[in-house]
């Protein structure tokens, strides 16, 4: 599996993205069960609100190798804030609506 994580650019400030790198070394969260190799591809933010970035940047890591898209736990769980995003929906429905079925969407990290 060839990840890359889309971000909250909001959280950039706070959280270094230790937990999410965390997970996919440890394959707990989204990643449990995955019995693949984990290669992270790419660590970008979503462009900052209202996400309309986010596309693009999935676009960049597919064209860098990803075949899995991931939004990181800041953007749909709101982690660690407890603040989800509010364009996360949308954000999430652009980016596999141009991403096409041959790459994978997971919705959160930990």
């Not at 190799?37 to 462009?47: A, P, R």
């Not at 970035?53 to 597919?62: D, I, Y």
């Amino acid at each position: 599996m060839k990840v890359g994580i889309i971000r909250c650019m909001q959280t950039e400030d706070y959280c270094p993205g230790t937990a999410d790198f965390r997970v996919i070394r440890e394959k707990k969260g989204a990643f449990e069960g995955v019995a693949e190799d984990i290669e992270l591809i790419g660590f970008t933010n979503c462009g900052g609100c209202p996400g309309k970035k986010a596309v693009l940047r999935a676009r960049e890591l597919v064209k860098r190798g990803a075949d899995t898209i991931v939004f990181a736990s800041c953007i749909q769980r709101g982690n660690p804030i407890g603040y989800p995003c509010p364009f996360a929906k949308k954000m999430k429905e652009i980016v596999v609506k141009d991403s096409g079925e041959q790459i994978r969407i997971l919705d959160y990290t930990h």
